[in-house]
């Protein structure tokens, strides 16, 4: 059983910066591909980001490429996400997800999920 904690979300004006961590607790995150969702009020759960075992490879949504970046520094269990340029309609509770299947963006085909942490983006 994987457990995962986000952090770092918060309050920021149009085009500041956040930046989320997940800690994973439990089998070595090293095992799972990792993925961040977002869900505004009123819609549906999205993808965001996605990154392989290693690292080395990622996958974006359209709507958030070229402004955040995600990575994880698997010695520390730990999956990140570097948000740019943030717009309004960037706000969201930001879940991150772990699971076998690499770079998805289909959020069943991750099997563990954290709690999330609320990014609100003011104009």
């Known amino acids: 059983q994987v457990h995962l904690v986000e952090s770092g979300g918060g309050l920021v004006q149009a085009g500041g910066s956040l930046r989320l961590s997940c800690a994973a607790s439990?089998?070595?995150?090293?095992?799972?591909?990792m993925g961040w969702f977002r869900q505004a009020p009123g819609k549906e759960r999205e993808f965001v980001a996605a990154?392989?075992?290693?690292?080395?490879?990622?996958y974006y949504a359209g709507s958030v490429k070229g402004r955040f970046t995600i990575s994880r520094e698997n010695g520390k269990n730990t999956v990140y996400l570097q948000m740019n340029s943030l717009k309004p309609d960037d706000t969201a509770v930001y879940y991150c997800?772990?699971?076998?299947?690499?770079?998805?963006?289909?959020?069943?085909?991750?099997?563990?999920w954290g709690q999330g942490t609320q990014v609100t983006v003011s104009s």
């Open positions: 997800a772990a699971g076998s299947v690499t770079l998805s963006p289909r959020s069943r085909m991750y099997d563990y």
């Open positions: 439990g089998p070595t995150d090293s095992s799972y591909a």
């Open positions: 990154i392989n075992r290693s690292g080395g490879s990622t």
